[in-house]
């Protein structure tokens, strides 16, 4: 069974940490600070990182018609969240998110099944403040948080969870408890 874990504008610790510990890793290049409405060229480079992922899934999708497979997508949590002078990286963000529950919900029947990661911003953006309008994690140590999201991956990634489809883990520490 093919594996393959797609991240969305990762910062190079998280990508890095992703290829060690989940194996394949796409990386779908979308930086933050690039994406603020206010940068030039920002609709542009949204609609571009918006059309390489559904390439890269596409991509993923295909390597897997024989066997099957899982794909872990890992992105910024700021989709679901929102955030100020985010809006276009926010709402690209989200519209993965739901190609990704299309492409879980088509593709489950030939044995591909899509699951989603969302992970603090900080972690695709170091230098952003844009959760600050978050409450607080409730578990505040970040010496974790990069290896709690990769071992996250890894679990989407497992080939005996059938029943997880289309989903979206929160990896935060519960600064996001949604139900």
């Not at 510990?21 to 542009?44: K, M, N, S």
């Not at 989200?94 to 099944?113: D, H, L, P, T, Y």
């Not at 900080?122 to 578990?139: K, V």
Request: net charge negative; glycine share 8%; aromatic share 6%.
């Amino acid at each position: 069974m093919t594996q393959t874990t797609i991240a969305f504008g990762p910062s190079d610790e998280l990508a890095h940490a992703l290829a060690d510990g989940c194996g394949e890793v796409v990386v779908i290049d979308c930086p933050a600070t690039y994406a603020a409405v206010d940068a030039p060229g920002w609709v542009d480079l949204v609609d571009d990182a918006m059309w390489r992922t559904l390439v890269a899934l596409q991509a993923a999708h295909s390597s897997m018609h024989d066997g099957g497979g899982r794909i872990a997508l890992v992105l910024p949590m700021i989709g679901m969240a929102g955030a100020a002078d985010l809006t276009a990286y926010a709402t690209a963000v989200e519209g993965v998110r739901a190609m990704a529950k299309s492409a879980a919900r088509q593709w489950r029947s030939a044995n591909v099944v899509v699951n989603m990661l969302a992970a603090p911003l900080r972690l695709f953006a170091p230098t952003l403040d844009a959760e600050c309008h978050l409450t607080a994690a409730a578990f505040q140590d970040d010496t974790t948080l990069v290896r709690s999201v990769v071992e996250s991956a890894k679990f989407l990634l497992r080939p005996d969870l059938d029943h997880l489809v289309g989903e979206t883990l929160i990896v935060d520490g519960g600064a996001v408890m949604l139900p």
